[in-house]
């Protein structure tokens, strides 16, 4: 059975400029989140999609969005990239109700410069 | 507040030895989920374990072993007889069905290293 994945690995962008970010869930999986890891903030909770729905957000600005689609695919996007926005961007992918178990995705490492 | 405290930053220990991961929570919902994560140089975080507030019994899993204790909200990992494998950065998570979906806490993490 595939894990998740996550493309692309590695980016480097400019300040200013804009992200996607996907992930590919394990099949049959309808769940994903997005988290942020960085030294300074550990590891944070962006949204959580379910059925194409966001069902959960965390404390992130407006410039982070996601979207889910019909084949549980998600994909994340940054506007306006800030030198902050360096991360590592993980996504989790679970079978559906609360407290299963999250499988992660390699990440992307996100550089902004 | 931080809802899933991991007090010890990094442990060294030298292989062959036992080692034990703290890892406290705080939570008001009487139904929670607990969990941990191996994160290797990779990236990837790797399940270990999941537990329900309604599950208190102990488990192993061969080296590993995971002591849950409601009365002191702590959910802690052992590792058996260490190895240079088990190098990596350790997590505890924590899902609260207050809210909906599967949202997680995680703590600060425990970087472990082996020594040979």
């Known amino acids: 059975k595939a894990g998740v994945t996550q493309t692309p690995r590695y980016l480097i962008k400019t300040r200013g400029q804009q992200v996607t970010l996907s992930c590919s869930p394990i099949?049959?999986?309808?769940?994903v989140s997005w988290y942020q890891q960085t030294p300074g903030q550990g590891l944070q909770f962006l949204f959580e999609y379910f059925s194409e729905t966001q069902r959960n957000k965390g404390n992130f600005p407006g410039r982070f969005s996601g979207r889910q689609f019909s084949n549980s695919r998600s994909e994340m996007n940054v506007s306006t990239l800030e030198l902050g926005d360096s991360a590592l961007y993980l996504c989790?992918?679970?079978?559906?109700?609360?407290?299963?178990?999250?499988?992660f995705g390699q990440g992307t490492r996100l550089t902004v410069v | 507040a931080q809802k899933v405290t991991q007090a010890q930053t990094e442990i060294s220990v030298v292989e062959k030895e036992d080692v034990t991961l703290d890892c406290v929570y705080e939570?008001?919902?009487?139904?929670?989920?607990l969990f941990w994560y191996k994160q290797p140089p990779s990236g990837e975080l790797v399940f270990l374990i999941r537990r329900n507030s309604f599950d208190e019994q102990n488990e192993i899993s061969g080296r590993y072993s995971w002591n849950f204790q409601k009365s002191t909200s702590s959910f802690n990992f052992t590792i058996t007889a260490s190895q240079v494998v088990d190098s990596a950065v350790y997590f505890c998570?924590?899902?609260?069905?207050?809210?909906?979906?599967?949202?997680?806490?995680f703590g600060t993490g425990t970087s472990l290293t082996v020594i040979p």
């Open positions: 099949s049959g999986h309808r769940s």
């Open positions: 998570a924590l899902s609260e069905a207050l809210y909906t979906g599967n949202q997680f806490y």
């Open positions: 989790a992918s679970s079978l559906a109700g609360q407290g299963t178990e999250a499988f």
């Open positions: 939570t008001r919902d009487t139904t929670y989920y």
